[in-house]
């Protein structure tokens, strides 16, 4: 996966919760969480990606982290 592919994900994914944003339902509700952690994941791999690179690594060493990783960072 390229840095490409996952700004397409990312972009993918925004454009998906913001047309359920628009016309929000109960039934959405779900959906928009498990979009929030993607989105997390996606830029989570992505700054590991530019970490790499940026220290002479191969960006391709990045690991998708599991939800509960990226969900419990602190700001």
Excluded at 13 to 29: A, K
Excluded at 32 to 39: F, K, P, R
């Amino acid at each position: 996966m390229t840095d490409e592919d996952i700004l397409a994900r990312i972009n993918a994914l925004v454009d998906e919760e913001t047309v359920l944003r628009e016309h929000e339902t109960p039934d959405d509700v779900e959906r928009l969480a498990t979009i929030e952690v993607a989105l997390d994941q996606c830029w989570d791999l992505l700054r590991q990606r530019r970490a790499l690179r940026e220290f002479g690594r191969d960006p391709a060493d990045a690991k998708l982290r599991k939800s509960d990783v990226v969900e419990n960072y602190e700001q």
